[in-house]
């Protein structure tokens, strides 16, 4: 109906009708909000009319068809408004699935951008690395500066100081002191294809276990912590190949300077440096080679001392190493601070059972700064060192 057709009809109300259409503060012609939950019996054939013209619906017709017609539309438009309704909410619990499957959350100090957040501010509360929400991120490392994370789909991301990977991004009008940093997570490109699982990240340096148990190292190489049989560094990953034909590598953990990969065997290999006897070699020092080398060992060499025992866990602090086997739990390296779990703050350059854990069960091992942690299942949870 045209605009002045139902205006005129609107007029034709009695006085009572249009007073109570202004006295009710939700009153209009074939609102939705008005008429929902009314008894549409109660309304004069003009009304019905009225609010039918407001919807552009047929006003002709019986009383009984005028009313039919008026509580088809509004059921249509409730089934329309639930369906909207649905549609928000499903979108809204996507959106938080999205957000919270495989989310990174960040917190501390942010001078290198290791935060994620686009900036260099530091945080005291948990916050979210947007740029990392909905990919399903399932695995993270964090070293000094730097912070490298795998997704399901086995894309690896950097973010942070940034000078131990590459990432093939482009970064213009930097300052020199900030070319290295990534504000923000950033695909390392150079990876991608590899099917990496698990990244650990040390000072200078990182690896990398693929799908099929290949180990990768990058970075700085001063101690030989890459395994590449040299002390040369690379800003690409390279592929250790120095393991025995056949082997898989299952676990990589890094220190400060050194490497350490378990095999699909449970067998531990190290490399690096072995100052503080953090390789666990028993030997700390190399013969034949110039004395400022003496103690970087550049090839993956087999820790003997652990004889057949089974290693299931690994972890690496900055100078010393902690393992569980099938039988025992393990540390060697720096025993500074009581690190160690012995009862002293000797290092030792072989491993060492903690007598600790003797009767329990050890579930894993974490090896921090200047402390350790297991988690037990039998004993609860102990701690060593400072």
Same mark, same amino acid.
């Given at each position: 109906?045209?605009?002045?057709?139902?205006?005129?009809?609107?007029?034709?109300?009695?006085?009572?009708?249009?007073?109570?259409?202004?006295?009710?503060?939700?009153?209009?012609?074939?609102?939705?909000?008005?008429?929902?939950?009314?008894?549409?019996?109660?309304?004069?054939?003009?009304?019905?009319?009225?609010?039918?013209?407001?919807?552009?619906?047929?006003?002709?017709?019986?009383?009984?068809?005028?009313?039919?017609?008026?509580?088809?539309?509004?059921?249509?438009?409730?089934?329309?408004?639930?369906?909207?309704?649905?549609?928000?909410?499903?979108?809204?619990?996507?959106?938080?699935?999205?957000?919270?499957? &495989?989310?990174?959350? %960040?917190? @501390?100090? =942010?001078? *290198? #951008? +290791? /935060? !994620?957040?686009?900036?260099?501010? $530091?945080?005291?509360?948990?916050?979210?690395?947007?740029?990392?929400?909905?990919?399903?991120?399932?695995?993270?490392?964090?070293?000094?500066?730097?912070?490298?994370?795998?997704?399901?789909?086995?894309?690896?991301?950097?973010?942070?100081?940034?000078?131990?990977?590459?990432?093939?991004?482009?970064?213009?009008?930097?300052?020199?002191?900030?070319?290295?940093?990534?504000?923000?997570?950033?695909?390392?490109?150079?990876?991608?294809?590899?099917?990496?699982?698990?990244?650990?990240?040390?000072?200078?340096?990182?690896?990398?276990?693929?799908?099929? &148990?290949?180990?990768? %190292?990058? @970075?700085? =190489?001063? *101690? #030989? +912590? /890459? !395994?590449?049989?040299?002390?040369? $560094?690379?800003?690409?990953?390279?592929?250790?190949?120095?393991?025995?034909?056949?082997?898989?590598?299952?676990?990589?953990?890094?220190?400060?300077?050194?490497?350490?990969?378990?095999?699909?065997?449970?067998?531990?290999?190290?490399?690096?440096?072995?100052?503080?006897?953090?390789?666990?070699?028993?030997?700390?020092?190399?013969?034949?080679?110039?004395?400022?080398?003496?103690?970087?060992?550049?090839?993956?060499?087999?820790?003997?001392?652990?004889?057949?025992?089974?290693?299931?866990?690994?972890?690496?602090?900055?100078?010393?190493?902690?393992?569980?086997?099938?039988?025992?739990?393990?540390?060697?390296?720096? #025993?500074?601070? !009581?690190?160690?779990?012995?009862?002293?703050?000797?290092?030792?350059?072989?491993?060492?059972?903690?007598?600790?854990?003797?009767?329990?069960?050890?579930?894993?091992?974490?090896?921090?700064?200047?402390?350790?942690?297991?988690?037990?299942?039998?004993?609860?949870?102990?701690?060593?060192?400072?």
């Amino acid at each position: 109906m045209a605009a002045h057709g139902f205006l005129s009809t609107i007029r034709g109300l009695s006085r009572k009708e249009q007073v109570d259409a202004e006295e009710d503060e939700d009153f209009q012609w074939g609102s939705y909000k008005y008429l929902n939950g009314r008894n549409l019996n109660k309304l004069t054939r003009r009304q019905l009319r009225n609010h039918l013209a407001a919807r552009d619906l047929e006003e002709g017709g019986t009383r009984a068809e005028m009313k039919q017609r008026l509580e088809d539309s509004l059921e249509e438009e409730r089934l329309s408004g639930q369906a909207y309704s649905e549609a928000l909410e499903a979108k809204f619990l996507m959106d938080r699935d999205l957000e919270e499957r &495989g989310s990174v959350y %960040t917190i @501390g100090t =942010n001078a *290198a #951008g +290791q /935060l !994620g957040l686009g900036d260099t501010t $530091p945080r005291h509360d948990f916050e979210t690395v947007h740029r990392m929400s909905g990919i399903g991120v399932k695995h993270v490392s964090a070293g000094y500066d730097t912070v490298i994370a795998v997704t399901e789909d086995h894309d690896v991301y950097i973010w942070g100081g940034g000078g131990v990977a590459p990432t093939g991004v482009e970064k213009d009008d930097l300052a020199p002191w900030e070319e290295s940093l990534h504000m923000e997570p950033q695909v390392v490109e150079t990876l991608i294809g590899e099917e990496v699982e698990t990244v650990s990240v040390g000072a200078s340096h990182v690896a990398a276990r693929s799908r099929g &148990g290949d180990c990768l %190292t990058w @970075g700085y =190489n001063s *101690a #030989g +912590q /890459l !395994g590449n049989a040299s002390l040369t $560094p690379s800003d690409v990953p390279i592929v250790v190949t120095a393991f025995p034909d056949g082997t898989s590598i299952d676990q990589v953990q890094v220190g400060e300077n050194h490497t350490c990969a378990v095999t699909a065997k449970g067998r531990l290999y190290v490399w690096g440096h072995s100052g503080d006897g953090r390789l666990g070699l028993g030997a700390r020092e190399r013969v034949g080679v110039p004395p400022e080398e003496r103690f970087y060992f550049p090839t993956p060499s087999m820790v003997g001392d652990l004889g057949k025992e089974r290693v299931l866990k690994l972890s690496c602090g900055p100078s010393f190493t902690l393992c569980v086997t099938d039988k025992h739990v393990y540390s060697w390296g720096s #025993g500074s601070g !009581g690190r160690l779990g012995h009862g002293d703050k000797m290092d030792c350059a072989s491993p060492r059972i903690i007598e600790a854990f003797s009767r329990s069960i050890v579930m894993s091992v974490a090896a921090g700064a200047w402390d350790s942690l297991s988690p037990v299942m039998i004993s609860g949870m102990r701690r060593c060192g400072h």
